[in-house]
């Protein structure tokens, strides 16, 4: 069935360093595909997305690559910032119900100054 | 400012009572959903709802009820048969046609404990 793995945190970094969080999909097609970004106390809110093979998404200096062959949807961000600190959901569109989204787990990052 | 509205942000309950979480957007959007979090499992779907007076049950609808009378409010009642009630539930709304319609955006959560 539908379901999305992601790498299990916590995720512990230093400032500046190289974050990678891998999320691997399993779905009929090639569904439009999101990472959701949850600070401490709050909702979600969309970080950034791909729709198609080999599209890239980036925002706030994180960017993922929806890579068909490997069904993969990777978050990297080159250099990262305490106030990265916050749970990262990746996910995508089912497209049974129309604007389904299957959820990954979460994985959990702290960065240390 | 548009957004999600959800109420309350934190709420206890004794066992055998219902509750209802509250959730209203501003927003123009067709669709509304309820999730529920618990740690190490992510988002599971319980209700949505794609027009006025029409839901669909999620993944995990069983102990729950929805309403949508109205285009912005979708309420969620919490019943005394859902088993395991403590969660974090998040309301979402979304556009259905048109562009960014994958989007989801997101209320702040209600954190239900029941004691």
């Known amino acids: 069935g539908n379901s999305v793995t992601q790498m299990e945190g916590p995720v512990t970094l230093s400032e500046e360093a190289f974050l990678t969080i891998n999320c691997t999909y399993t779905?009929?097609?090639?569904?439009?595909l999101f990472w959701y970004v949850q600070y401490p106390g709050e909702g979600l809110q969309l970080l950034l997305k791909?729709?198609?093979?080999?599209d890239k998404g980036s925002n706030k200096g994180f960017e993922a690559t929806y890579r068909k062959e490997t069904t993969s949807f990777h978050l990297e961000k080159g250099s990262v910032q305490v106030s990265d600190s916050a749970v990262y959901f990746c996910a995508f569109e089912s497209g049974e119900y129309g604007n389904k989204l299957v959820f990954g787990a979460g994985t959990i990052l702290r960065v240390k100054s | 400012d548009g957004g999600i509205t959800q109420s309350p942000k934190y709420l206890f309950r004794k066992e055998g009572q219902n509750v209802t979480l509250s959730c209203e957007q501003n927003?123009?959007?067709?669709?509304m959903y309820w999730y529920r979090q618990d740690p190490g499992q992510g988002l599971r779907l319980i209700y949505y709802s794609q027009i006025v007076n029409d839901f669909q049950k999620g993944d995990i609808a069983e102990g729950y009820s929805v309403s949508r009378e109205k285009k912005e409010s979708f309420p969620l009642t919490v019943t005394s048969a859902q088993k395991n009630p403590t969660a974090f539930y998040l309301c979402?709304?979304?556009?259905?046609?048109?562009?960014?319609?994958?989007?989801?955006?997101f209320g702040e959560g209600s954190r239900l404990t029941v004691l």
């Open positions: 979402a709304s979304s556009r259905l046609a048109g562009a960014n319609t994958g989007e989801l955006f």
């Open positions: 791909a729709t198609k093979a080999d």
């Open positions: 927003l123009n959007h067709d669709a």
């Open positions: 779905a009929t097609g090639y569904p439009s």
